[in-house]
């Protein structure tokens, strides 16, 4: 939680090297460890926690956005959980009151980290196998909430999408026509972007979510997709979003959705953000007059001078580092113009 949401820097810079090291002694990437690391908060394995008041039970579950919520013992969804009465056990009404009052802070904390790791990992095209889907996450208490939420899609060893299903509230692997699906432990799977599914598709499973009244996580089936003009298509520039001039506080908001400002300059000020979308492909905005760093409102607007693709090996002053846009996915394309667009309007 240090490495993606501290506002100090050096902290930040420290945890994410921390991670690093971490995951490297154990094989794995940041991303891998950080899928390992969730709590389950000592949930029940079907995702709930049983209060128990004596006179009376409750049930916890959660919504899309992991806030918990309580039922009675018929089901009935309640405000809030009771505080204890007078008929209930003492003991054993306030010992249940307080873990879920422990329980609503302790999830405060991962809940909004959780959903926007998960919807970056859509973003980014990150993939599990079978066997990794049901241990990280149809298997685990708290993060199965999130899980059953989503269309995921299946890809074979091309990277092709072959297929999309959702877990349903018995954990069991459904069609978008409600057949039984299968998945394989080697099998393939990430969680479908609009793009994987065409439109048809993706409005029979938006059909099929809102027949269960299932609602999601984050923007996902609803989700707007964008692409290249042909101009753009053939250079390396987003020229829609040159010239264009946005607040300084609502320009850093793109830092939430994987954005980063380069090292202070000159001054402390930063004059680019940029975002890797691979080893060999970071999309570059250059600013005027820039971000003084410490001081987010000294420069109460920005100017995106420049808004180009390049290889990554830095010099990106230099026109021989620009690539053309259309070496993108589709999926990378559509993604940095929405972050754009979103902070252009």
């Known amino acids: 939680r240090i490495s993606q949401r501290a506002r100090f ?9 921390k ?7 154990l094989g794995l990437t940041s991303e891998q460890l950080a899928d390992r690391l969730v709590p389950d908060f000592g949930l029940d394995a079907d995702g709930s926690l049983r209060l128990d008041y004596g006179s009376r039970r409750f049930v916890v579950g959660f919504d899309e956005q992991l806030r918990p919520f309580v039922a009675d013992d018929t089901g009935k969804r309640l405000k809030t959980l009771p505080k204890p009465g007078a008929r209930d056990d003492t003991d054993l009404a306030t010992a249940a009151y307080q873990r879920f009052t422990a329980l609503k802070k302790d999830v405060r904390t991962v809940a909004v980290d959780q959903v926007r790791r998960l919807e970056q990992a859509m973003v980014a095209g990150r993939r599990w196998t079978g066997a990794e889907f049901r241990t990280l996450f149809a298997e685990h208490p708290l993060l199965w909430h999130i899980v059953r939420r989503l269309v995921w899609a299946r890809f074979d060893a091309a990277g092709r999408v072959t297929g999309a299903l959702r877990m349903a509230e018995d954990r069991t692997l459904a069609t978008v026509d409600d057949e039984p699906a299968v998945l394989g432990d080697d099998e393939i799977i ?7 599914l065409g439109t048809a598709e993706a409005a029979g499973w938006a059909e099929v979510f809102a027949d269960y009244e299932i609602l999601q996580p984050f923007p996902q089936l609803g989700r707007p997709t964008f692409g290249l003009t042909p101009e753009e298509a053939a250079g390396a520039h987003l020229n829609r979003f040159e010239s264009v001039t946005v607040p300084t506080t609502k320009l850093i908001g793109l830092e939430r959705r994987g954005w980063k400002r380069e090292s202070p300059q000159d001054a402390g000020m930063q004059s680019v953000i940029e975002k890797t979308l691979a080893p060999n492909r970071v999309m570059v905005v250059h600013l005027d007059p820039g971000i003084a760093v410490g001081e987010l409102d000294y420069f ?3 100017k995106l001078t420049a808004v180009f693709l390049h290889d990554g090996t830095g010099g990106w002053w230099s026109k021989e580092v620009e690539l053309p846009l259309h070496t993108l996915d589709a999926v990378a394309t559509s993604e ?6 979103e902070v252009t309007t």
């Open 9 to 17: 820097k050096g902290l930040k810079t420290a945890a994410v090297a």
């Open 336 to 341: 940095i113009i929405r972050d754009l667009t």
């Open 190 to 196: 990430g969680i479908a972007h609009p793009l994987h």
């Open 300 to 302: 109460p607007d920005q």
């Open 19 to 25: 991670m690093e090291e971490v995951a490297e002694g």
